[in-house]
């Protein structure tokens, strides 16, 4: 139950390259899904969606939901060494719980 | 305060010990949750407060973990007969309402059990 699943686990690619990384959850009570960037300690927030098809987006980084088949995608777009980090994907319920995914690693090489 | 503050930063204990990790939310964020994430893992949900009470503890991993929000601001998470499995990252996280929107998160508490 409230399983949250990114894909891939890791993911090495070169200053430049457009990467996009996926998170797949579970339908109960479903509120919200959101993405965090950590890099060293505290996860920082990037998005919030919670409407199928719509597209969030910030810069180089943008983001869209789809309620039917359950899953999100973060797009980065000319990636930079800046961004380097884990991304992670949320899921949080209407009775307030937030539950995480394991991340993805991006490494982003010169 | 401006953000989630958490101490200490750092807490090497031996097993057995029993420890205490404080969190000081933003003001006036009614919500607070506490994580742990082990290396290579997303963090993995403890409990959330709503105000003083603990909304879901569902996520306590047994007794010998405990976390109160007194006056509905700053919470302890309270680990008792710590054992070396508990080593970890404690983070803390606030909102500003119960709807579990943004989370704003402190730098965390690293646990190391010995």
């Known amino acids: 139950e409230d399983k949250v699943v990114q894909s891939p686990l890791s993911l090495v690619v070169h200053e430049g390259d457009t990467v996009t990384l996926n998170c797949s959850y579970e339908v109960t009570n479903f509120r919200s899904l959101l993405w965090y960037k950590q890099e060293k300690k505290a996860p920082t927030f990037l998005f919030m969606l919670t409407s199928s098809g719509i597209e969030k987006k910030s810069g180089r980084l943008s983001s869209i939901l789809d309620k039917k088949e359950l899953f999100s995608i973060l797009n980065i777009t000319a990636t930079q060494t800046g961004d380097s980090a884990v991304y992670l994907c949320v899921r949080n319920t209407n009775a307030g719980k937030s539950t995480f995914g394991d991340g993805t690693t991006l490494t982003v090489k010169p | 305060g401006a953000g989630v503050s958490q101490t200490p930063s750092n807490k090497v204990t031996e097993k057995g010990k029993y420890v205490e990790l404080r969190c000081d939310p933003i003001?006036?964020?009614?919500?607070l949750y506490w994580y742990r994430q082990s290396l290579g893992q997303g963090p993995e949900f403890l409990i959330y407060?709503?105000?003083?009470?603990?909304?879901?503890d569902s996520g306590l991993p047994n007794d010998r973990f405990f976390a109160v929000r007194p006056e509905g601001s700053v919470s302890t998470l309270k680990i008792q007969r710590t054992e070396r499995g508990d080593s970890a990252v404690y983070l803390c996280?606030?909102?500003?309402?119960?709807?579990?929107?943004?989370?704003?998160f402190g730098e965390g508490s690293r646990l190391t059990v010995l």
């Open positions: 996280a606030s909102s500003l309402t119960g709807s579990a929107g943004e989370l704003f």
């Open positions: 407060f709503q105000g003083t009470g603990a909304a879901d």
């Open positions: 003001s006036g964020h009614t919500a």
